[in-house]
């Protein structure tokens, strides 16, 4: 049974520190978004990945956030420095996106961050 | 501005009866996807349908039926013999292209609780 996996599921860290999370694609996808939830802002996009490139981080704070998708099998978020605000569940989402075919995404469970 | 609006924050009803939640989509493009994801209380996003901007047929899955109408630019989704498990928070989203990129853009989500 395929499914997008994501390390570590949950996280507590330090105002100040490095966070990096970590997705695993369904094999064969070619598309990669990255998600943030929160009860204020509901689901956010952060970054879209396509063929391992990145097409769009706009959703992303650029000062602290990046994103990178160093082999198909894996996608990273990384936060540094880590601050109380960005407190939320990150999910990562996998597709195959097939000509014009906007992709069906599904989801990973999500890392539980949490900064204090 | 393309956006989902789930004008429902809440709805609860009673096992067995039907329940509809509403979206409804503001989008300029003509070509667009629609979407309902399921997020039950263990956290995950669970990929329920996904429909194309030229096809309006309704569809029909188990106790599931969507009603798809492009004149009052609505997606909505029903639930017939709602169940104690249908027990979730429901987002409705659109996908459209931009620059190159796909966006997802997700509703704030209808909380359904259904008690026995």
């Known amino acids: 049974d395929a499914r997008v996996t994501q390390t570590p599921r949950h996280k507590v860290t330090e105002m100040g520190q490095e966070v990096t999370m970590r997705c695993q694609p369904i094999l064969g996808h070619n598309t990669v978004f990255w998600y943030r939830q929160t009860m204020m802002q509901g689901l956010e996009l952060l970054a879209y990945?396509?063929?391992?490139?990145?097409?769009?981080d706009s959703g992303m704070p650029k000062d602290r956030f990046s994103a990178e998708m160093p082999d198909a099998t894996l996608a990273t978020l990384k936060i540094q420095p880590s601050e109380p605000r960005d407190s939320a569940v990150y999910f990562c989402?996998?597709?195959?996106?097939?000509?014009?075919?906007?992709?069906?995404?599904?989801f990973g469970q999500g890392t539980r961050l949490t900064v204090v | 501005a393309q956006k989902v609006t789930q004008a429902q924050t809440e709805i609860s009803v009673v096992e067995k009866e039907d329940v509809t939640l509403d979206c409804v989509y503001e989008?300029?493009?003509?070509?667009?996807?629609l979407f309902w994801y399921k997020q039950p209380p263990s956290g995950e996003l669970v990929f329920l349908i996904r429909r194309n901007s030229f096809d309006e047929q309704n569809e029909i899955s188990g106790r599931y039926s969507w009603n798809f109408q492009k004149s009052t630019s609505s997606f909505n989704f029903t639930i017939t013999a709602s169940q104690v498990v249908d027990s979730a928070v429901y987002f409705c989203?659109?996908?459209?292209?931009?620059?190159?990129?796909?966006?997802?853009?997700f509703g704030k989500g209808t909380k359904l609780t259904v008690n026995p």
């Open positions: 989203a659109l996908s459209f292209t931009q620059g190159g990129s796909e966006k997802l853009v």
């Open positions: 989008t300029r493009d003509t070509t667009y996807y």
């Open positions: 990945f396509r063929n391992r490139a990145p097409l769009d």
């Open positions: 989402a996998s597709g195959k996106r097939q000509g014009s075919l906007n992709t069906e995404a599904f």
